[in-house]
C-alpha cells in the first residue's frame, strides 16, 4: 500500500511540475497560434540562470526566481521582436521551422558558454530537504516548491487572462488580430507581450527546477517532449487544460510504481520480472501517440 | 676478385639498409596513439581524469625519469625505435558510442594513428573496437568492464583492466567475508541480515552487464537478488525507480552509475529516505572525486570497487610516487579512472618497446607476449599479461580489483578506506550504512 501512496502523491507532485513547464508553451499557442520548438531551451535558460546566479552571488536559488522571470520575459519579448515577428508573415511550416531553428541556435549559444556537462545546485534552504508524511508518502521540499509555484502560476495566468483588460486585448488580438487593431489594440505589443508570458513562466519554473534536477544544454530536448505530450492532452491553447494534462502526464511517469504495487500486493512474479523502469519515458511517448489519435483536440479542447 | 668482393658487401648493406626501413624498424619520428575518452557530457568528470592519467603516463614514457621504478620512465620515448616519442591525439566521444566509432575512423584514417586507447563507456569501446578490428589498428582498453568484450574473438583489442566479472564476484566473496567474520573491525553478521538485495544499473552495455551479474553471481552464493532495475543514466528523474528499490525493502543496494546519475541516484535516495544497511557502488560514478565533494557526508558508508585507492601508496612506493606527481599535477590523488588510464599507456609503451616497430602485425606480436611485472604498476594488480587464446581473448590475466569504503577522517576529509581484500584492510568497516 506504502508504495500505490507513495507513486501518488509522487506522481501528483511531478505532474504539476510538468504542467508548469507546459504553461508557457500552451500560452503561446493559444494566444498566437505559433508551436514553440524552443520551449525546452527556454527551460534550459530558466535552469542555468537560477544555477549560476546562486552560485556566483552565494544566493539562495529560491531568490534568483524574479530574476530567471525578468529573463525569461525578455527573452521572449526579444525572440518575438527579432525573429518570430517576420515569421508570422509567412507560411505555416516557416513558422514551425522557425522555432526549430531557434532552439538549435539557444542549445549552441549554450554549449558555446556552459559547455556540455552537467551541472547541479548543491546548496539552498530546500535542497535535499523532504518531508516524510507517513503510509510511504514522502515529499521532497524542492518539488513541492514547484508544485506551489505551479499552482500560482496556472491561477496567475488564468486571472490575468478572463479578469483584466490586458487578458482580454490578448485574447481579442489571438481571435481576430485585424479586428483588434481598428479597436485599438496595439496587437503587436500584445503579441510581445504573449511571448513574454510564455517565456517568464518557463524560465521560472527552470530555475526552480535546477534545485532538484542537474542542468546540460541538451535537457530542453526531454522537456520539450514532455511540454509537447503535456499540452496535446491537455488541449492546444487552453490553460486549465494544461494543468489537468501535466497531472496525468506525471502519473503516467509513475506507472512503474503502479506496476510494483500489483506485483508486490498480489506476489505476481512474471510482473516482477518485466523492465519496467527502463521504459519509463517510452509511456509519455506512446500515450502522445495514442491521443494523437483517438483524440487529436486533446481533454479540453483547442481554443476556438 | 676483390673488386668485386666489395662490390658484393656493398649492395648487401644496401639491401640490408633498405630492408630495415621497409620493416619500420628504423626509428619511426613519431608514435601516433588515438585516445578516445568521454571529455564533455555526463561522465566529463571521469574523462578529464581518464586524460590526465594519460598524460601524466606520456610525461613519463616521452622523458627520462630515472627515480621512478618503471621501465618507461628510463628512457627518453621508445628506446628500440631509436628513441621515438610518443604523441597522444585525444578526442571526445561524449559518451556516444556512435560518434566514438565515427572518431576512430577519424583518427585511423586522417590521422594515420598506429593504435588507439580509450573509450571508458563499455558501449562506445564495443564501437570503437569494431572498428579497429576492420582497419586491423590495434586497441588496448584501460578502462571498460564489460566482460562482452573480451568475448568478441577480437584480434586487435586487448584489456588491462579486470572486467566485472572479476569485480562482482569480489562483491560476493566480500558479501560472504562479511558473513564469516572476516571483515576488519566487524563481527560476523548473520547472513539473514543481508540477504535480500536490490540493484540499480544504468541501461547500456556496462550497466547491464553488471545487472545480470549480480543476478548470477546472488544465486551462486545464496543471496536473493529481489530486484533488478535498468535506468537510462541521462534521466533527469530517479524518484520511481529508488521507490521501486525501497519497496523490496533489502538490506543492500547496489549500484552500476555513471557519474551525474550516481548523485542524483544519491540525491533521491536520501530525498526519499531509503534506508539500507549495505550500499555498493561498481565504481564509474562512485569513485569520481565529484562524487564526494558534491554529496559530502552523505557518501559516508557508502562502498565502491575500484582499482586505486590512495592508500595503496603505503604498501606500494611506486604509486606513492605517481599519487605524488598526479597530486602536483591537478590537484587530486589519482582515482581508479586515472590510475587504469596510467595503467594503459604504460600497456602502450612496453608493447611498443617490445615490437620495434609501428607496424599493426608487429604490436599485435608484441602485444600477445609482454609480460609486465607487479612492482612497475600503480594499480595493486600482479602484473599485466594478455590472454592470446581461448575465451577471454585480450584480457589481462593478472588484474585484481578493490573495494573501498567512504569514511569522514579526524580532520574532516573524506576518503577511501580499503575494506577488501580482507588482508590489506587499511580501516574498520562501518556497518550498517548510516541512515541519510
Request: hydrophobic content about 50%; glycine content about 10%.
Amino acid at each position: 500500500m506504502d508504495i500505490l501512496l507513495g507513486s501518488i502523491a509522487s506522481g501528483i507532485l511531478l505532474g504539476m511540475v510538468l504542467s508548469l513547464v507546459a504553461l508557457g508553451l500552451t500560452v503561446i499557442f493559444g494566444l498566437m497560434d505559433i508551436v514553440n520548438f524552443a520551449h525546452g531551451e527556454f527551460l534550459m535558460i530558466g535552469m542555468y540562470t537560477g544555477l549560476l546566479t546562486a552560485q556566483a552571488t552565494g544566493l539562495d536559488p529560491l531568490l534568483t526566481l524574479p530574476l530567471a522571470a525578468g529573463i525569461g520575459f525578455l527573452l521572449g519579448v526579444l525572440c518575438y521582436g527579432g525573429f518570430v515577428k517576420y515569421l508570422l508573415r509567412g507560411p505555416m511550416i516557416a513558422q514551425l521551422l522557425g522555432t526549430f531553428g531557434l532552439m538549435l541556435v539557444l542549445r549552441n549559444i549554450a554549449l558555446l558558454f556552459f559547455g556540455s556537462e552537467d551541472r547541479a545546485l548543491h546548496h539552498g534552504l530546500l535542497v535535499g530537504k523532504s518531508f516524510d508524511v507517513g503510509m510511504g508518502i514522502i515529499i521532497s521540499a524542492t518539488k513541492l516548491a514547484v508544485a506551489v509555484l505551479a499552482v500560482l502560476s496556472f491561477v496567475g495566468v488564468w486571472l490575468l487572462m478572463n479578469r483584466t483588460k490586458l487578458g482580454k486585448a490578448l485574447t481579442a488580438t489571438a481571435l481576430n488580430r485585424q479586428g483588434a487593431r481598428y479597436m485599438g489594440i496595439p496587437t503587436e505589443r500584445m503579441n510581445a507581450l504573449a511571448w513574454g508570458i510564455g517565456g517568464a513562466t518557463v524560465t521560472i519554473a527552470g530555475a526552480l527546477i535546477v534545485n532538484f534536477w542537474s542542468v546540460n544544454p541538451y535537457v530542453g530536448l526531454i522537456f520539450t517532449m514532455i511540454a509537447f505530450t503535456v499540452v496535446a492532452l491537455g488541449g492546444f491553447g487552453s490553460v486549465p487544460g494544461a494543468f489537468f494534462a501535466g497531472l496525468v502526464v506525471g502519473f503516467i511517469m509513475e506507472i512503474p510504481g503502479f506496476w510494483d504495487f500489483f506485483a508486490i500486493t498480489f506476489n505476481i512474479s512474471w510482473m516482477d520480472a518485466v523492465p519496467m523502469t527502463s521504459f519509463k519515458y517510452t509511456w509519455i511517448y506512446v500515450s502522445y501517440f495514442v491521443i494523437m489519435l483517438i483524440s487529436p483536440r486533446g481533454l479540453f479542447g483547442w481554443k476556438q | 676478385m676483390r673488386r668485386s668482393l666489395k662490390c658484393a658487401r656493398l649492395l648487401m648493406g644496401i639491401t640490408l639498409l633498405t630492408a630495415l626501413a621497409c620493416t619500420g624498424a628504423v626509428m619511426a619520428e613519431e608514435i601516433k596513439i588515438g585516445v578516445l575518452f568521454p571529455l564533455t557530457g555526463g561522465a566529463a568528470a571521469a574523462g578529464r581524469e581518464l586524460r590526465s592519467g594519460a598524460e601524466l603516463a606520456l610525461d613519463i614514457a616521452n622523458n627520462a625519469m630515472p627515480d621512478i621504478n618503471m621501465t618507461m620512465a628510463k628512457n627518453v620515448g621508445i628506446k628500440s625505435m631509436g628513441g621515438a616519442k610518443i604523441t597522444l591525439i585525444f578526442k571526445d566521444h561524449e559518451g556516444n558510442p556512435t560518434l566514438g566509432a565515427d572518431l576512430a575512423k577519424k583518427l585511423i584514417l586522417d590521422d594515420k594513428v598506429h593504435g588507439l586507447m580509450g573509450a571508458y563507456h563499455s558501449s562506445v569501446t564495443k564501437a570503437v573496437s569494431a572498428v579497429a578490428e576492420q582497419y586491423g589498428i590495434p586497441l588496448i582498453n584501460d578502462s571498460s568492464t564489460s566482460p562482452e568484450l573480451t568475448k568478441q574473438g577480437y584480434k586487435w583489442f586487448w584489456r588491462t583492466t579486470p572486467h566485472d566479472v572479476y569485480f562482482t564476484k569480489d562483491l560476493f566473496e566480500f558479501l560472504k567475508g562479511m558473513t564469516e567474520g572476516k571483515v576488519k573491525g566487524l563481527a560476523a553478521v548473520p547472513k539473514k541480515d543481508i540477504t535480500n538485495l536490490a540493484s540499480a544499473c544504468e541501461k547500456t552495455e556496462w550497466g547491464a552487464a553488471v545487472s545480470e551479474l549480480i543476478e548470477k553471481f546472488g544465486k551462486d552464493y545464496g543471496f536473493e537478488v529481489k530486484k533488478s532495475i535498468l535506468y537510462a543514466a541521462k534521466a533527469t528523474d530517479l524518484s520511481s525507480e529508488v521507490r521501486s528499490l525501497i519497496a523490496v525493502k533489502p538490506d543492500a543496494m547496489l549500484f552500476a552509475s555513471y557519474t551525474s546519475d550516481a548523485i542524483l541516484m544519491m540525491k533521491t535516495l536520501k530525498d526519499q529516505k531509503a534506508a539500507p544497511k549495505l550500499l555498493w557502488g561498481q565504481n564509474a560514478g562512485f569513485e569520481v572525486p565529484e562524487f564526494v565533494s558534491t554529496l559530502g557526508d552523505t557518501t559516508v558508508g557508502s562502498l565502491t570497487r575500484t582499482v586505486f585507492i590512495p592508500k595503496i601508496a603505503q604498501v606500494k612506493p611506486v604509486a606513492a610516487k605517481i599519487n605524488a606527481m598526479y597530486k602536483a599535477k591537478t590537484g587530486n590523488d589519482l582515482s581508479g579512472a586515472s590510475a587504469r588510464s596510467f595503467t594503459g599507456l604504460q600497456a602502450w609503451v612496453h608493447v611498443l618497446e617490445k615490437a620495434g616497430s609501428v607496424k599493426p602485425a608487429d604490436i599485435q606480436k608484441a602485444a600477445n607476449a609482454i609480460e609486465i611485472p607487479g612492482d612497475e604498476l600503480v594499480v595493486p594488480w600482479q602484473g599485466i599479461k594478455f590472454a592470446a587464446s581461448g575465451e577471454d581473448i585480450g584480457q589481462n590475466t593478472l588484474g585484481m580489483g578493490l573495494i573501498g569504503q567512504y569514511q569522514k577522517a579526524a580532520d574532516g576529509k573524506i576518503d577511501l578506506e580499503i575494506v577488501y581484500p580482507f588482508n590489506v584492510a587499511t580501516a574498520n568497516m562501518i556497518y550498517p550504512f548510516p541512515k541519510f
